[in-house]
């Protein structure tokens, strides 16, 4: 939800990877290709018969990046957007979303970066951003975590000027455009709330370990968002998994543990509700569920949760459309 950690807290992959959706404009489409141009090996795609269901569903898990691997789509994965009759993703992604999202990005007035983590840090997020050519100012009133995303996003600002956005974007603006149902499983302020409920203490010691795994990336030449890349078009579920409790094992302190429950286990739950209360107001539809791939493997995870209720779920591979129905 691959990439250097943190040695506490929150990992710099797992920032970006719930918030880019919410720091991005919400339009463009998600593109299909031949099976020979798409870098997906194993895409995370499950159909899945839900208790009381006249239909087959699909669950699909994504990264919210708008890197041109990750969003160029499957055959397979193609062939399940265009037999559904709705798509949720993990938030209804629409225009209104962003000016949402950006109310509970900012700092109080009066109150700047600086005065959260610290001059220290701050000085050291200044430099990195004054190597990429921007100002640390234009980006100064904004909560820690929500600096630490939008500073992710950076590497794809040209992709995103060019019109090119998240895959989970893509999907929903696909989806819409095409007349299908569209909406999410969770509520913006609900999603959010998660990193608003952080103390200042915490935001200003998870800030320093963010700045030093940035910066130990950087001595290794190692991008931590194309681990990432890498790690999801491989498709490897159990090494998401592993990836998944290791992170959580390395959360020690009580404030992380707390953190991450919220983070992963209580999203897990919310989602996967309302998974099975869409299913069976309409049970004649067919819908595709798209959201973060850490969301799915493990004990709590959605797929565990699903199979609790009754739900039979099958993976699909490549070569697989012929088995969407």
Same mark, same amino acid.
């Given at each position: ?108 007035? !009066?109150?700047?970066? $600086?005065?959260?983590?610290?001059? $220290? ?61 569209? !909406?999410?499983?969770?509520? %913006? ?74 983070? %992963? ?9 309302? %998974? ?21 493997? !493990? ?9 609790? $209720? !009754? ?15």
């Amino acid at each position: 939800m691959i990439g250097p950690p943190n040695q506490r807290g929150i990992s710099v992959k797992r920032v970006t990877l719930l918030l880019a959706v919410a720091l991005c404009a919400f339009s463009g489409l998600a593109q299909a290709q031949s099976e020979e141009k798409v870098a997906h090996k194993k895409p995370f795609l499950w159909k899945v018969e839900l208790p009381g269901a006249k239909t087959p569903s699909y669950l699909f898990g994504t990264i919210h990046l708008p890197d041109k691997r990750v969003i160029t789509l499957p055959k397979v994965v193609d062939k399940a957007v265009e037999r559904c009759d709705a798509l949720y993703c993990e938030l209804a992604l629409e225009p209104s979303l962003q000016m949402k999202a950006m109310q509970h990005m900012m700092l109080p007035k !009066g109150t700047t970066l $600086k005065d959260v983590v610290g001059e $220290k840090n701050f000085a050291r997020a200044s430099a990195m951003l004054s190597e990429k050519g921007i100002p640390i100012m234009a980006l100064q009133q904004l909560k820690p975590w929500a600096f630490q995303s939008q500073v992710q996003m950076l590497d794809y600002m040209p992709q995103l000027q060019a019109g090119v956005k998240p895959l989970d974007a893509g999907l929903y603006a696909r989806a819409k455009q095409a007349g299908k149902t569209v !909406g999410g499983l969770e509520q %913006i302020e609900d999603q959010l709330s998660v990193f608003n409920s952080m103390s200042e203490a915490y935001q200003k010691k998870s800030f320093g370990e963010w700045l030093d795994a940035l910066d130990e990336a950087k001595k290794e030449k190692v991008s931590p968002l194309e681990k990432l890349i890498e790690g999801y078009l491989e498709g490897d579920t159990k090494k998401l998994s592993d990836l998944v409790k290791e992170e959580m094992a390395k959360s020690e302190d009580e404030e992380s543990k707390k953190l991450m429950k919220r983070l %992963i286990d209580d999203r897990n739950g919310t989602m996967t509700k309302r %998974i099975l209360e869409l299913s069976k107001e309409s049970p004649d539809k067919c819908f595709f569920f798209a959201v973060g791939t850490a969301h799915y493997p !493990g004990k709590t995870g959605i797929l565990a949760q699903l199979e609790a $209720k !009754g739900a039979k779920i099958t993976r699909l591979e490549l070569g697989d459309a012929d088995k969407v129905e």
